[in-house]
């Protein structure tokens, strides 16, 4: 279990609610544990003597290599790469502690993450992952004996052929020319043929196990280009240029792995770094499947009485592997209810409620630009909290005051409230006689 999962309680009472707070992070704003400490401060601004789970999450993108390694007493390893947009910038991986295996942990945000590309210069035709190959190769020299890599909040899409060309990897365009080092999806227009025979040497005897988006597919009308290219800052021209090239990308796979990977779950996780993952010889796997060996999150959600989870943004494609729909998948099995704060929330997402997200609401509450909600996002969120626990108490006390009242007593609804963690039910001995002797 992740060493930041604490129960923090400012006073021990046997009716206080159980809340168990778990929220991503906000992207470019709140790490996992700032917005989960922001949360926190809204529920006790309300309710001081409320227990709380403090259990931030991580998917595999920003946070997901010091999150491991702190939960397992590991050592982070400071290094070099090229960045998304071909500077050279300070990176970093992980290796657990306790674990045999030697296991380096990685995330490819870290290198190539959308953090790391200036708003002026988002453009995925230019973005490289090259820097993640780099990585990879920095634990392999390192004396790693198996790597998990993390995929997610990418601001690339290269179909992963830059990792693969920091690893060795030679591709060819149609015309036998070599695609430039770091260049690029724009550059796999013409892409034709790789050669794998000088990747490095320890690749054929380390297992790398990357946490992926199962939902993401490299090409199609749900192509990673199409749905996630205008996020990374691609025009609809641009996006036409990159599912050309993710198209490019799936055939110079299936060649080499005798393989369609083309609709393959996980494929076009991190703008197709799924794909060139597969390629050098790694395994796909849901990331939950891959972070959930070292969360107990099932045993946190059995045994609180409310969820608030929280992203950047809730929208159709949350229920597509995001941290809100997968903690409301697990919270359903428990009956417990979920409530999921946000910074925007977009088209569609009213589909969440059937995804097990009881009430999602916007921690921006007044027309602000992005600049500032990012500015104030830490007051924002405490502030969204506070307003849930609120309305929160309200379905509370009216689920009390309506609860069937026990033989010989009758409920009474409570008015004027005026210390909301003093909420209590009132009741009154009725007559032996019934209520026409009152």
Request: glycine content about 12%; aromatic content about 4%; hydrophobic content about 40%.
């Amino acid at each position: 279990m992740f060493s930041l999962f604490r129960r923090v309680s400012f006073q021990n009472r046997s009716q206080a609610p159980r809340i168990l707070v778990c929220p991503s992070g906000f992207k470019e704003s709140l790490d996992p544990n700032t917005a989960a400490n922001c949360i926190i401060t809204g529920i006790h601004r309300i309710m001081p003597h409320a227990s709380v789970v403090k259990a931030p999450l991580v998917d595999g993108g920003e946070g997901f290599t010091k999150a491991l390694v702190a939960s397992t007493g590991g050592i982070l390893h400071h290094v070099q790469v090229v960045g998304p947009v071909g500077d050279m910038i300070q990176s970093h991986f992980g290796f657990l502690g306790g674990e045999q295996p030697k296991t380096a942990v990685i995330e490819m945000a870290a290198a190539a993450g959308l953090s790391l590309v200036p708003r002026g210069q988002r453009n995925p035709l230019q973005t490289t992952t090259y820097g993640v190959g780099q990585l990879i190769s920095a634990a392999l020299d390192a004396g790693a004996e198996h790597i998990l890599l993390g995929c997610g909040d990418s601001g690339t899409c290269d179909g992963g052929v830059g990792m693969a060309q920091a690893l060795g990897a030679r591709f060819y365009n149609v015309d036998g020319s070599i695609v430039p080092i770091a260049s690029g999806g724009k550059a796999l227009a013409e892409l034709s043929d790789v050669d794998l025979t000088e990747l490095h040497p320890r690749l054929s005897v380390v297992k790398i196990d990357a946490a992926v988006n199962w939902h993401n597919v490299l090409c199609g009308e749900r192509g990673v280009a199409r749905v996630f290219g205008p996020q990374k800052g691609a025009s609809p021209s641009e996006v036409d240029e990159l599912s050309h090239a993710m198209d490019r990308i799936s055939c110079v796979v299936e060649a080499a792995l005798h393989e369609d990977i083309s609709l393959a779950p996980g494929s076009g996780a991190s703008g197709g770094l799924g794909a060139g993952l597969r390629l050098v010889g790694a395994n796909l796997h849901p990331r939950y499947d891959i972070i959930m060996r070292f969360l107990d999150i099932d045993s946190l959600i059995a045994d609180c009485d409310l969820i608030i989870t929280a992203e950047g943004g809730i929208d159709y494609q949350t229920p597509r592997g995001k941290i809100p729909s997968e903690v409301a998948r697990r919270a359903r099995a428990h009956n417990v209810p979920v409530v999921a704060l946000a910074g925007t929330i977009g088209e569609g997402a009213g589909v969440n409620y059937d995804a097990g997200i009881h009430a999602y609401a916007s921690i921006v509450q007044r027309p602000m630009t992005l600049e500032m909600a990012i500015e104030e996002a830490e007051q924002l969120l405490a502030d969204a909290a506070e307003s849930t626990i609120r309305m929160v108490l309200i379905g509370w006390t009216i689920g009390r005051a309506t609860t069937p009242p026990k033989d010989g007593e009758r409920a009474t609804p409570v008015v004027g409230i005026t210390k909301v963690q003093e909420i209590a039910v009132q009741t009154v001995k009725l007559p032996a006689d019934g209520i026409g002797a009152l």
